[in-house]
């Protein structure tokens, strides 16, 4: 049961007394999904929304115009999902994203010297930053300083925001364990020694964005990446789903082969759900759900099939 934006009960239908409204729904209903790493500019919020998806996490584009669309997707008229953004990613002059094509100019913030690095974070968290985002994208340029990167964790921790670090190339896990990160935005596909991984498993959580390393094909870095995820797993880390959507080919919406790596991954199809969803389905959640033709902890291809959207108690696709 829903009142405006919000859930207010969620069990035995026996028990709802009345309603100005009923839908009924033959299907699988549960808590719609959050995508945390996007790039919605580089995709379609509208088909992002109609496939399932009602809240999203931008992890890097300009900020002049990922925070003004953030602000607009607070609307529950919005075509498209809630928004969270963190802005550009800060990195090192010349490092990522700032020489690559798919970043437009902006989408990189290069920091000169810690001070400068802990005034960006402030400068992004006065913006409305959900996150920060740090790039340790060794294989593409050069990255920040130990010490910038110590000033991003301690500006951000002091604004109570998560850094979280696309960390690429030999050492860069490492090096955001050292310096405190919260996250990585993706799983590495570098491979990680055990005693990183269970370091990483305590401190850290992955943001999973498998199949932006094979997009359904068998690559050499596809299987060290669900290596490291495996053992992370397994030593109790903790793992969110994202897609990278904007990478590629990654389709908008509920991406099935991203859910089916998450369990090659070792999760069982309940715990790909946990990561997958905004909220859990109780009373005060957001009235962000979806409806599926299939139990997707019986088949997880029911994600495939969706018979309902609603999104902050707006019905956008059936119903
Ligand atoms: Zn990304």
Redesign the pocket.
């Known amino acids: 049961m829903c009142d405006g934006a919000l859930v207010t009960y969620a069990g035995e239908a026996t028990l709802i007394e009345a309603a100005d409204r009923e839908l009924h729904v033959d299907g699988f209903l549960m808590p719609a999904v959050a995508d945390r790493?996007?790039?919605i500019g580089l995709s379609d919020p509208a088909s992002v929304l109609a496939g399932g998806v009602t809240a999203v996490r931008d992890?890097?584009w300009p900020a002049d115009r990922i925070f003004t669309l953030a602000d607009a997707s607070e609307m529950p008229s919005f075509e498209g999902p809630l928004i969270r953004a963190a802005g550009p990613m800060l990195t090192a002059p010349g490092g990522y994203p700032t020489q690559d094509g798919w970043a437009p100019p902006g989408t990189g913030r290069e920091i000169k010297d810690a001070d400068d690095a802990g005034a960006a974070v402030e400068e992004l968290a006065r913006l409305g930053a959900a996150a920060i985002k740090v790039s340790l994208n060794a294989d593409a340029g050069p990255t920040p300083s130990d010490a910038e990167l110590a000033a991003i964790c301690d500006a951000a921790h002091a604004a109570d925001l998560w850094v979280t670090a696309?960390a690429q190339g030999r050492g860069q896990v490492e090096r955001a364990l050292g310096a405190g990160v919260d996250e990585l935005?993706?799983t590495p596909w570098t491979r990680l020694t055990d005693e990183v991984i269970h370091t990483a498993a305590t401190r850290i959580r992955i943001v999973s964005?498998l199949d932006i390393l094979s997009f359904g094909r068998d690559t050499p870095e596809i299987r060290t990446a669900l290596d490291n995820l495996r053992r992370f797993q397994v030593a109790g880390g903790r793992i969110v789903y994202g897609t990278?959507l904007?990478?590629g080919s990654i389709p908008p919406g509920i991406h099935l082969r991203e859910a089916r790596l998450m369990v090659e991954a070792g999760l069982e199809p309940e715990e790909v759900l946990e990561a997958m969803i905004r909220a859990p389905l109780d009373p005060d959640a957001p009235a962000d759900l979806i409806a599926l033709a299939g139990n997707p902890l019986e088949d997880l291809r029911a994600l495939d099939d969706l018979r309902l959207v609603i999104r902050a108690g707006r019905i956008v696709t059936g119903g």
């Open positions: 790493h996007v790039h992890l890097a696309h935005a993706h964005t990278d904007g990478n």
